[in-house]
């Protein structure tokens, strides 16, 4: 449960700010999550629409928390070692969602970016796959 509060508000807290950074509007970022499953119709939406971009947001958060709490149950070497498996499954995270589950969304797609992959990378390592394991640490490490 605290990986994936951790983790949902740390990864939409640096995407607010990185994509902030680059002009991009907070409501319009949430309006582009919640495009996942409701195709770009979701951007003319209003604060209904954000609300539920934020929603799925944290339920892929508490997602990504639960496969690696299911996994270091049984591979107890993996919340021991919490600070390499951490950003080690940031990547994995990343690349799941943005080769596998935003390719198969309604989401908007945009042209490759080498800089924004580094960028998304990063934060995964550190906003995502970090306190995930770090909390996995604390309540399954022996």
Do not use: E
């Given at each position: 449960m605290?990986?994936?509060?951790?983790?949902?508000?740390?990864?939409i807290?640096?995407?607010?700010?990185?994509?902030?950074?680059?002009?991009?509007?907070?409501?319009?970022?949430?309006?582009?999550?919640?495009?996942?499953?409701?195709?770009?119709?979701?951007?003319?939406?209003?604060?209904?629409?954000?609300?539920?971009?934020?929603l799925?947001?944290?339920?892929?958060?508490?997602?990504a928390?639960?496969?690696?709490?299911?996994?270091?149950?049984?591979?107890?070497?993996?919340?021991?070692?919490?600070?390499?498996?951490?950003?080690?499954?940031?990547?994995?995270?990343?690349f799941?969602?943005?080769?596998?589950?935003?390719?198969?969304?309604g989401?908007?797609?945009?042209?490759?970016?080498?800089?924004?992959?580094i960028?998304?990378?990063v934060?995964h390592?550190?906003?995502?796959?970090?306190?995930?394991?770090?909390?996995a640490?604390?309540?399954?490490?022996?």
């Open positions: 605290w990986g994936g509060l951790i983790c949902g508000t740390l990864d807290t640096a995407a607010l700010i990185v994509y902030g950074h680059f002009g991009l509007k907070p409501l319009r970022l949430l309006k582009g999550i919640a495009a996942g499953v409701m195709g770009a119709s979701a951007l003319a939406g209003g604060g209904a629409v954000a609300a539920l971009g934020l799925i947001h944290f339920v892929i958060a508490y997602g928390a639960s496969v690696f709490v299911m996994v270091a149950t049984q591979a107890k070497f993996l919340a021991r070692q919490w600070l390499l498996w951490g950003p080690l499954y940031g990547i994995a995270v990343y799941f969602m943005n080769r596998l589950v935003v390719p198969l969304s989401a908007i797609k945009y042209p490759f970016s080498l800089r924004m992959m960028i998304g990378i934060i390592m550190v906003c995502v796959g970090s306190p995930i394991a770090g909390a640490h604390r309540f399954l490490a022996d």
